[in-house]
């Protein structure tokens, strides 16, 4: 029983934080404004950091350049003078040892806050400014001397994400009241025998552990269960997942090969050892009489689409159809021109479906599917959702995983006899990253490229040189090749970016290369046209091609060999990356030049610095990941997986593959967590999937 229980309201850690002692209307809106409603959510929610307070550094020896925590009293305020709001405020404090100050910008209203007197606990950067050390903006606490001090000071003190109007003095306290009376009561979900396997710090303990640790060792085993519970979770729904995938029955598709062969002999070049394992790989899936799940991992320029194209004729060839489904309208253009230039001399018939399609069009184009008329259907992600009927849907083919997410997956898996799918992404990512978010997916690597690549010169410019940069095109279209010249589309603002890439286009047409082909490629240009474009583009027909972003990925000519990005700031770094990816795919050597504008921010410096510094793809993804964070990155929310809380994907590698193997042994003993073990874990799991993975609720 819960020592702050108050009669006739609920009790346990189900309590709504309304319910408990000292918290009011006003404190539990704000704490619901993070997300907060019950107790247990607050239990589980972590601090981002603890400050170690047991060794407060004495100002004398505050070191520059390191982030430390020291605790003084301010002897002096110095807010900025009337008028010059740049100039931070200051405050100078005393400790026994010395002197320090510290200061902020913009940072007006702590004239307000602070007072002389007052004793203040800081955690912040240390540099020297003007002869004296400095904290650079660091948090701070004003220490009050009150009844629960020693929750603040003198140990590891737990630092939360705090939210308007909720310090950290009061939201501490109200944690450490949570902890006591609660975490005691959070029930366990781990299995016995598991737990002491892994050395799992029980469920309270680990909650103590990482709110209010006594010890550095106390906060890292209660670290490690709450990472480890979380991976499980996450694990164990892919698994049942995954399970239920290998359990299902499929379609077998084992046809003789011959429209395969024909493809290869018709190819000017012979696959690399790489795409040939992954071919059979997939053939293998596809001849087994359960769905493939299979995703194809490879860089840009790697070769996936005629990998793709050899299993969509595999299929094709058993007599079953085919759907190839992108993210984007834009794309499924591009996969439409890339498979009907395959497909169409194997006498595969093949079309094109998007909402962009007038209504009578698309009703033929529906019902030939549907009557079994065509072999293989392009379009978006919409081909599953709209509920498009096939007559005898055999392979999904998906490209951009990203956004294709968990659901749509089972949604797929609805349609009819189970098809398979294969999934392709040009992101590699770190094996433990996609056992997180493909852990119900086989995965297949092109970790080769074909032969001849040479790297892509990348360099960076401003304005000041567009002029040698415009020379540089000239001679490069002199000896030949072929430019791409991209603006960035921000979608907030379509028509003014349209409005920038038209004008451009106007102006290296007229003023700057009068006496060359100057194309312009854009979303809003009707199918047809953008075509046109294309096939002239890829005939040597244009020499420079100036486009919004359209031909990010998919686009395919050999004979460009230089890729001028404007505004590249404003591009994410898979994007540039991508884009870069467009050039280089002949024997020639290539350019990537971008070009930016005004003062660049941080972040946009370190993308321009990686873009600069490497063309691997494995390395670009993780400064990306790095950059946005896991969740931006994988656009989790998208992807239909729980959102990770507590656990970090980049630091907690190791655990997630302990999770990952226990998940197996769980869901290969239990495929549907019936035993009366698993109970509560079981119940975790359904609140964490919210639903998506639909359990059988019976047991
Ligand atoms: P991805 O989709 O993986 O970025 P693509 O499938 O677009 O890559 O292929 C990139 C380019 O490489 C295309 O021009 C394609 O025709 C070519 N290509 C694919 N496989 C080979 C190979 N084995 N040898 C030579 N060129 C290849
Ligand atoms: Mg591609």
Same mark, same amino acid.
């Given at each position: 029983?819960?020592?702050?229980?108050?009669?006739?309201?609920?009790?346990?850690?189900?309590?709504?934080?309304?319910?408990?002692?000292?918290?009011?209307?006003?404190?539990?809106?704000?704490?619901?404004?993070?997300?907060?409603?019950?107790?247990?959510?607050?239990?589980?929610?972590?601090?981002?950091?603890?400050?170690?307070?047991?060794?407060?550094?004495?100002?004398?020896?505050?070191?520059?350049?390191?982030?430390?925590?020291?605790?003084?009293?301010?002897?002096?305020?110095?807010?900025?003078?009337?008028?010059?709001?740049?100039?931070?405020?200051?405050?100078?404090?005393?400790?026994?040892?010395?002197?320090?100050?510290?200061?902020?910008?913009?940072?007006?209203?702590?004239?307000?806050?602070?007072?002389?007197?007052?004793?203040?606990?800081?955690?912040?950067?240390?540099?020297?400014?003007?002869?004296?050390?400095?904290?650079?903006?660091?948090?701070?606490?004003?220490?009050?001397?009150?009844?629960?001090?020693?929750?603040?000071?003198? !140990? /590891? &003190?737990?630092?939360?994400?705090?939210?308007?109007? *909720? $310090?950290?003095?009061? %939201? =501490? #306290?109200?944690?450490? @009241?949570?902890?006591?009376?609660?975490?005691?009561?959070?029930?366990?979900?781990?299995?016995?025998?598991?737990?002491?396997?892994?050395?799992?710090?029980?469920?309270?303990?680990?909650?103590?552990?990482?709110?209010?640790?006594?010890?550095?060792?106390?906060?890292?085993?209660?670290?490690? !269960? /709450? &990472?480890?519970?979380?991976?499980?979770?996450?694990? *164990? $729904?892919?698994?049942? %997942? =995954? #399970?239920?995938?290998? @359990?299902?029955?499929?379609?077998?598709?084992?046809?003789?090969?011959?429209?395969?062969?024909?493809?290869?002999?018709?190819?000017?070049?012979?696959?690399?050892?790489?795409?040939?394992?992954?071919?059979?790989?997939?053939?293998?899936?596809?001849?087994?009489?359960?769905?493939?799940?299979?995703? /194809?991992?490879?860089?840009?320029?790697?070769?996936?689409?005629?990998?793709?194209?050899?299993?969509?004729?595999?299929?094709?060839?058993?007599?079953?159809?085919?759907?190839?489904?992108?993210?984007?309208?834009?794309?499924?253009?591009?996969?439409?021109?890339?498979?009907?230039?395959?497909?169409?001399?194997?006498?595969?018939?093949?079309?094109?479906?998007?909402?962009?399609?007038?209504?009578?069009?698309?009703?033929?184009?529906?019902?030939?599917?549907?009557?079994?008329?065509?072999?293989?259907?392009?379009?978006?992600?919409?081909?599953?959702?709209?509920?498009?009927?096939?007559?005898?849907?055999?392979?999904?083919?998906?490209?951009?995983?990203?956004?294709?997410?968990?659901?749509?997956?089972?949604?797929?898996?609805?349609?009819?006899?189970?098809?398979?799918?294969?999934?392709?992404?040009?992101?590699?990512?770190?094996?433990?990253?996609?056992?997180?978010?493909?852990?119900?997916?086989?995965?297949?690597?092109?970790?080769?490229?074909?032969?001849?690549?040479?790297?892509?010169?990348?360099?960076?410019?401003?304005?000041?040189?567009?002029?040698?940069?415009?020379?540089?095109?000239?001679?490069?279209?002199?000896?030949?090749?072929?430019?791409?010249?991209?603006?960035?589309?921000?979608?907030?603002?379509?028509?003014?970016?349209?409005?920038?890439?038209?004008?451009?286009?106007?102006?290296?047409?007229?003023?700057?290369?009068?006496?060359?082909?100057?194309?312009?490629?854009?979303?809003?240009?009707?199918?047809?046209?953008?075509?046109?474009?294309?096939?002239?583009?890829?005939?040597?027909?244009?020499?420079?091609?100036?486009?919004?972003?359209?031909?990010?990925?998919?686009?395919?000519?050999?004979?460009?060999?230089?890729?001028?990005?404007?505004?590249?700031?404003?591009?994410?770094?898979?994007?540039?990356?991508?884009?870069?990816?467009?050039?280089?795919?002949?024997?020639?050597?290539?350019?990537?030049?971008?070009?930016?504008?005004?003062?660049?921010?941080?972040?946009?410096?370190?993308?321009?610095?990686?873009?600069?510094?490497?063309?691997?793809?494995?390395?670009?993804?993780?400064?990306?990941?790095?950059?946005?964070?896991?969740?931006?990155?994988?656009?989790?929310?998208?992807?239909?997986?729980?959102?990770?809380?507590?656990?970090?994907?980049?630091?907690?590698?190791?655990?997630?593959?302990?999770?990952?193997?226990?998940?197996?042994?769980?869901?290969?003993?239990?495929?549907?967590?019936?035993?009366?073990?698993?109970?509560?874990?079981?119940?975790?799991?359904?609140?964490?999937?919210?639903?998506?993975?639909?359990?059988?609720?019976?047991?």
């Amino acid at each position: 029983m819960s020592s702050v229980r108050q009669t006739g309201t609920p009790t346990g850690p189900g309590t709504p934080l309304r319910f408990v002692r000292g918290v009011g209307p006003r404190r539990a809106d704000q704490l619901e404004r993070k997300g907060l409603t019950t107790v247990e959510d607050a239990l589980f929610f972590v601090p981002l950091r603890h400050e170690d307070r047991t060794r407060l550094t004495p100002m004398r020896a505050l070191q520059p350049g390191q982030a430390q925590t020291c605790s003084g009293v301010i002897v002096g305020l110095s807010p900025p003078p009337r008028g010059r709001p740049r100039v931070p405020f200051s405050v100078l404090l005393r400790d026994a040892s010395g002197y320090a100050t510290a200061s902020w910008f913009n940072a007006g209203y702590l004239a307000r806050v602070l007072a002389r007197g007052q004793r203040l606990v800081l955690h912040g950067k240390v540099v020297r400014y003007r002869g004296t050390l400095t904290l650079q903006h660091p948090d701070y606490e004003i220490v009050e001397g009150g009844e629960d001090e020693h929750l603040h000071t003198g !140990r /590891l &003190v737990p630092v939360y994400s705090s939210t308007e109007g *909720l $310090g950290q003095r009061p %939201l =501490r #306290s109200l944690m450490w @009241r949570l902890v006591e009376a609660y975490a005691k009561e959070v029930a366990e979900v781990l299995p016995e025998p598991v737990r002491r396997r892994r050395k799992l710090v029980a469920l309270p303990d680990a909650l103590r552990g990482v709110h209010f640790p006594e010890s550095d060792a106390a906060l890292a085993a209660g670290r490690r !269960r /709450l &990472v480890f519970d979380e991976f499980l979770l996450l694990q *164990l $729904g892919l698994a049942i %997942l =995954r #399970s239920r995938t290998t @359990r299902a029955r499929g379609i077998a598709m084992s046809p003789r090969g011959a429209l395969v062969e024909r493809l290869r002999a018709a190819l000017p070049y012979t696959l690399t050892a790489a795409q040939e394992r992954v071919f059979q790989e997939i053939r293998r899936d596809m001849a087994a009489p359960f769905p493939m799940h299979r995703l /194809l991992q490879g860089d840009v320029g790697s070769g996936k689409t005629i990998v793709a194209a050899m299993a969509v004729l595999t299929a094709v060839e058993a007599g079953y159809q085919a759907a190839v489904m992108a993210p984007t309208e834009i794309l499924a253009e591009q996969h439409f021109m890339t498979f009907r230039q395959l497909l169409d001399p194997l006498g595969a018939p093949i079309t094109l479906l998007t909402s962009s399609l007038a209504g009578r069009e698309r009703a033929r184009r529906r019902e030939a599917i549907a009557a079994g008329r065509l072999a293989c259907v392009v379009g978006t992600h919409a081909l599953v959702q709209e509920g498009v009927e096939f007559q005898r849907l055999g392979l999904a083919v998906v490209d951009e995983q990203h956004r294709f997410g968990v659901e749509q997956r089972a949604r797929l898996r609805g349609k009819g006899e189970h098809p398979d799918l294969l999934v392709m992404t040009a992101t590699p990512i770190p094996r433990t990253l996609a056992l997180t978010l493909y852990g119900d997916l086989d995965v297949s690597v092109l970790d080769e490229l074909p032969p001849g690549r040479r790297p892509i010169v990348t360099v960076a410019r401003t304005e000041s040189k567009r002029r040698q940069i415009y020379d540089f095109l000239r001679r490069e279209i002199a000896a030949g090749r072929q430019v791409y010249v991209v603006y960035p589309l921000v979608e907030e603002s379509e028509t003014v970016d349209l409005k920038a890439a038209t004008d451009m286009a106007r102006h290296l047409g007229r003023d700057v290369f009068p006496d060359l082909d100057v194309g312009l490629i854009h979303g809003r240009l009707p199918f047809d046209e953008k075509e046109a474009i294309m096939r002239r583009f890829k005939a040597g027909q244009i020499a420079i091609l100036v486009s919004t972003t359209v031909i990010e990925v998919g686009i395919d000519v050999p004979n460009a060999s230089v890729m001028l990005i404007e505004h590249a700031e404003r591009f994410g770094l898979s994007q540039l990356h991508q884009l870069r990816g467009r050039v280089g795919r002949g024997p020639w050597k290539s350019y990537c030049v971008l070009l930016t504008s005004g003062r660049l921010g941080e972040e946009a410096e370190r993308r321009i610095a990686a873009m600069v510094e490497t063309s691997d793809g494995f390395k670009i993804a993780e400064v990306d990941l790095a950059l946005r964070g896991p969740g931006e990155f994988f656009g989790t929310r998208q992807s239909g997986l729980p959102e990770l809380q507590i656990a970090d994907l980049l630091r907690d590698g190791a655990i997630l593959e302990e999770a990952r193997r226990e998940a197996g042994t769980i869901v290969a003993a239990d495929p549907e967590l019936k035993a009366p073990e698993h109970r509560a874990l079981r119940q975790r799991l359904l609140a964490r999937w919210r639903g998506k993975l639909a359990l059988a609720s019976a047991g």
